[in-house]
């Protein structure tokens, strides 16, 4: 039968080990809890990143299509009052009795108003 004292050295042996085991292991998760909070920062990062150069994007086409819209307004506009102009100096006669109707019209509903 061994010795009491040689068992307990055993013992206290393994426990030892399973000690150093332990602290490993709390180290290893220290530093992967470390770089998982590092590459989260970067991917953080990297995020940011991609919604500013989006917005970027979008701003500018937006732009584009503000500026593109206004100058197709703006032709529409001119190609209008230059129809309005022909119109009134071939048909000066349609154009004033056209303004006096509307005058009327205008008058008519404003008198009611009161």
């Known amino acids: 039968m061994p010795a ?64 593109e819209l206004s100058s197709a307004a703006r032709r529409a506009a001119e190609g209008a009052a230059e129809t309005a102009t022909t119109q009134v100096r071939e048909n000066p006669a349609a154009a004033i009795g056209l303004a006096t109707g509307i005058g009327f019209l205008v008058g008519l509903v404003l008198s009611r108003r009161k």
């Open 4 to 67: 009491r004292g040689s068992s307990n050295n055993g013992v206290e042996a393994t426990l030892a080990d399973f000690m150093k085991q332990f602290e490993t292991l709390k180290e290893d998760l220290a530093e992967l809890s470390q770089q998982a909070a590092e590459i989260g920062a970067t991917q953080k990062k990297l995020l940011r990143s991609n919604a500013v150069q989006g917005a970027e994007v979008i701003r500018s086409r937006s732009e584009a299509a503000v500026a």
